[in-house]
């Protein structure tokens, strides 16, 4: 409770029903392009030389260029001006960006707290995550972009809204929202990109122009996200595309191993070479064996 009371705090200081980012990396997807916009508003300033470790043992194509690194640094200098106290950062952060992915995912586990207080007949904290769920699902509608019909990042510093469509799009259904507008549009984006890859799910649409299939999560499949949209899309009754999104995460591992992501176009394995969280899918979701068992 004490952990979502936080982020609502200070992650929503506005009530919009919400979550921002205060920095690339607190989302998970450091170099998103729904990031470089406002990354460029950020004043490269207070960061004393450094050496980055990541290109030295992954091919720096895959990685984030520095010009983005020098950006993180100064956020987080910008950050330990204010000591890092959380209202101050989420006042002059110059980052702040509301981020579908981050707020889907704070929707769900807000559904998973209320069912645990609802068995411990915890009434007080129950009604309290009911009022987050309300909050949430309404502002939901300050992230949809109307033209593309999802989902999409929100530079609240700048009131500017991205114009692509990332892979968190598709978690939607994932928080509970699979009313018939949000499903249909999704159904529709989702055949879409499988038309233009051979696996699901890009990280990018791969109709944008910033699309890159092997730089990070600028295009690349991710196992962990895959598991979450197709659970989502099972939920809401959309069999078929959650088998869809299990089969070809399925034959990447098989293909390419436990790589940390993976080329949408051809399979290749890319980054790390032997990561854990694809491991896990792997054997509670993914393998055949298990997708078999489960059935």
């Given amino acids: 409770m004490q952990w979502h009371r936080w982020f609502l705090s200070y992650r929503d200081p506005k009530g919009l029903g919400v979550l921002a980012v205060i920095h690339p990396w607190e989302s998970g997807r450091d170099n998103l392009p729904d990031w470089d916009d406002a990354l460029r508003k950020v004043e490269v300033k207070d960061i004393a030389p450094y050496e980055r470790k990541d290109t030295s043992h992954v091919d720096p194509a895959m990685r984030p260029h520095k010009e983005d690194y020098d950006r993180y640094l100064s956020i987080m200098a910008a950050c330990r001006h204010v000591d890092w106290d959380p209202a101050e950062v989420a006042r002059t952060c110059p980052f702040f960006v509301a981020d ?6 704070f929707l769900r586990a807000n559904r998973d707290l209320l069912a645990l207080a609802e068995r411990l007949g915890n009434d007080a904290e ?3 995550i009911r009022g987050w769920i309300s909050r949430m699902e309404a502002g939901a509608s300050v992230l949809w972009h109307e033209d593309l019909k999802a989902h999409v990042a929100l530079d609240q510093r700048s009131g500017k809204k991205t114009d692509g469509i990332s892979s968190a799009s598709f978690l939607a259904p994932y928080a509970g929202l699979c009313d018939s507008g949000t499903l249909g549009s999704l159904q529709e984006h989702f055949d879409r990109m499988a038309a233009k890859v051979r696996y699901m ?12 299939p092997l730089r990070y999560w600028r295009g690349p499949v991710w196992a962990m996200i895959n598991y979450m949209i197709a659970r989502g899309f099972a939920e809401a009754g959309d069999s078929t595309r959650a088998e869809k999104l299990r089969a070809d995460t399925a034959s990447l ?4 191993g436990f790589a940390e992501y993976f080329s949408p176009e051809d399979g290749t394995g890319a980054g790390g070479g032997t990561f854990s969280w694809t491991a896990a899918i792997w054997l509670t979701w993914a393998s055949r064996s298990h997708s078999e068992q489960a059935a």
């Fill in 201 to 212: 799910m890009p990280s990018y649409d791969p109709d944008h122009e910033r699309y890159e």
């Fill in 126 to 128: 129950a009604e309290e």
């Fill in 100 to 105: 579908p992915g981050v707020t889907f995912i």
């Fill in 253 to 256: 591992i098989e293909t390419s």
